[in-house]
């Protein structure tokens, strides 16, 4: 799977043709997401998990940044303009996902409602990709707990307080996984973890 900066999904955004998307009192983004699934116990499994966090709540289809569906698109199903995670899809299609874990499904919708774009690859391709075990990057087991709370999509202030730390410390865990990974930011990061298998999801 690929993340990539999706510049047309925020066009309009940047014009101020939508609402600017609200931020947290903890700082970061709060994103709306609503749900059209056929799978009710993956549906309140994703509720509850949205209900403990701070960066999504639950909102309706309207006014929500993305939706979580698991219809094929094939059947129609959900249309507009607004973004659409499709989740336990085989097919290589953009932002779709053929995992069901629910912390997955949720950084994902994290990701596509912040923008980017989720690009399916082909099995062939994404194993020619993946690093030898002898060439990932070792993190140390404080680094994995900071790269767990990263595809949660927590913010340095969170990490900090879930991990008991100073913002200055979480900074600076952040600091070290984004070099020993390569990443570019955060995202990239979180696409470079989940693709890796850097940590249990």
Do not use: C
């Amino acid at each position: 799977m690929a993340v990539h900066w999706n510049s047309r999904s925020l066009s309009a955004n940047a014009r101020g043709a939508e609402a600017p998307v609200p931020q947290s009192v903890l700082g970061g983004l709060v994103l709306g997401v609503a749900f059209d699934l056929t799978d009710p116990a993956l549906e309140q499994v994703l509720r509850t998990l949205i209900a403990g966090r701070h960066d999504l709540y639950e909102a309706d289809a309207e006014e929500a940044a993305v939706t979580i569906t698991d219809r094929p698109a094939a059947l129609g199903g959900v249309t507009g303009a607004h973004r659409v995670l499709r989740v336990g899809a085989d097919e290589a299609r953009r932002n779709a996902i053929d995992s069901l874990d629910p912390g997955l499904i949720l950084a994902a919708a994290m990701l596509i409602g912040a923008g980017y774009a989720l690009e399916r690859e082909t099995v062939e391709r994404a194993a020619n990709e993946r690093l030898p075990a002898s060439l990932l990057p070792r993190l140390s087991q404080r680094e994995r707990q900071v790269a767990e709370l990263l595809v949660d999509g927590a913010s340095n202030k969170v990490i900090a307080r879930a991990l008991d730390i100073s913002v200055h410390t979480a900074k600076f865990h952040v600091t070290a996984i984004l070099e020993k990974l390569g990443a570019r930011n955060r995202a990239d990061a979180v696409s470079i973890i989940l693709r890796e298998g850097l940590v249990a999801i």
